[in-house]
């Protein structure tokens, strides 16, 4: 079983991964936090290689390296020739949690 972390690849912008990165673009607000971040061509190689080696019953965590939000944020804006986001603290998310109750 291959447990990756967050994909990043190009083409299909509307499922799982693709969408974090589809709400970075268009929003000009950055979470807390982060997540590991891994090429979509090196879980497809490491499948691959898992397979031919038939390494079943097993489990492989795969990530490249860690990117807190902000940083993919950054990066992304950068690219495309945005602003730099506002960042959304922890403070900020729970009162925004508490007003989302009522």
């Known amino acids: 079983m291959i447990n990756p972390g ?9 499922d799982s991964s693709s969408q974090l990165l589809t709400q970075l673009i268009n929003s000009k607000y950055a979470y807390s936090g982060g997540t590991g971040c891994v090429d979509v061509r090196d879980v497809a190689k490491i499948a691959i290689a898992l397979m031919e080696k038939n390494k079943f019953g097993e489990r492989f965590i795969l990530a ?5 939000y ?10 495309i020739n945005k602003l730099a986001p ?8 729970l009162i925004g949690r508490f007003l989302n109750y009522f």
């Open 64 to 68: 490249s390296e860690n990117k807190k």
């Open 6 to 14: 967050m994909i990043i690849g190009s083409e299909n912008w509307d």
């Open 70 to 79: 902000v940083e993919l944020h950054q990066v992304i804006n950068k690219n």
């Open 86 to 93: 506002f960042i959304l603290s922890k403070n900020i998310l």
